[in-house]
């Protein structure tokens, strides 16, 4: 009897089971509030993932969970559609989106964060981005399409374990968060994965500056070498934070000391004997 019975019961376990596909390459994301209330999400590429809902990868919908009022942190299209005057669609606590190659910028994810506990820290596994491909990956309160005039702040993953922040409304105001239906305030932080050409790509806001720059290395932890491509001559320049705040300056020279620079994203400004200035950005790491 004991043995037939568990021939019955196997196939029915069987049925029962969700079958969940691995993704190449995913990492969690700790959050916890000033009260000590915690949140994880799973965040990650693999060829087969989308901007959606994948239940392959264990992706869930659950945009009609009610908020967890201590501490709830999401991944949605909310801010991507109420920008455009809609509705979002889907949240989830694990976002696998398509994997592109090196030097394509990856699907930016839409990070929502409910707390009344602020600020709130988030960590994380450095250890995970040590392929180049992954070395500007990034979390930032400002849209990826925008950040270098706007203010804010800009963590890159490969470079640091723990980070911690205010809500967007203090700076933002309505622009990088939303009111949901029971009338919570929901603030919007921003999480891409990609190279350094992440950080040089041209899709991003600067304006194309009118003289180019050749700087290596990049990244860079000593020195940093530049030149424009034209040889214009260089009066001075500046080293400028992603918050835009002016970290060195130097007179004539095509060479800069970043040994002492904390980790980070950095904008060179040059100004030219031709009246012209050109500025490309740079990692420090």
Not at 113 to 120: C, G
Not at 223 to 233: A, G, K, P, Q, S
Request: glycine share 6%; aromatic share 12%; hydrophobic share 40%.
């Amino acid at each position: 009897m004991k043995t037939t019975t568990s021939l019955i019961l196997i196939p029915a376990m069987i049925l029962c089971l969700q079958v969940v596909n691995a993704q190449e390459f995913s990492f969690k994301m700790y959050f916890q509030d000033s009260a000590g209330h915690q949140d994880t999400l799973t965040l990650g590429y693999d060829v087969n993932g989308t901007d959606g809902i994948d239940p392959q990868f264990g992706e869930v919908n659950i945009i009609d969970v009610p908020l967890n009022r201590n501490l709830d942190v999401r991944i949605s299209d909310e801010w991507s559609r109420r920008y455009d005057g809609q509705v979002g669609t889907w949240h989830t606590k694990t976002q696998i989106v398509q994997k592109r190659e090196c030097g394509l910028l990856f699907p930016v994810n839409n990070i929502d964060i409910f707390t009344n506990h602020w600020p709130v820290t988030i960590s994380w596994d450095s250890s995970l981005f040590t392929n180049p491909c992954l070395e500007a990956s990034l979390f930032t309160s400002v849209m990826p399409y925008g950040w270098w005039d706007t203010g804010g702040f800009l963590c890159l993953l490969p470079l640091q374990d723990t980070y911690s922040f205010l809500p967007n409304e203090d700076v933002f105001s309505e622009y990088y968060g939303y009111v949901n239906s029971n009338n919570d305030t929901i603030n919007v932080f921003w999480q891409t994965l990609g190279d350094s050409a992440l950080i040089m790509s041209s899709k991003f806001k600067d304006k194309a500056p009118l003289v180019k720059i050749t700087l290596f290395p990049n990244p860079a932890n000593t020195l940093i070498n530049f030149r424009t491509e034209t040889d214009d001559n260089i009066l001075s320049g500046q080293i400028i934070s992603a918050r835009g705040e002016i970290i060195q300056e130097f007179g004539r020279q095509t060479y800069a000391n970043v040994s002492n620079i904390k980790p980070g994203v950095y904008v060179l400004k040059l100004f030219l004997e031709t009246g012209k200035t050109a500025t490309t950005r740079f990692i420090v790491k």
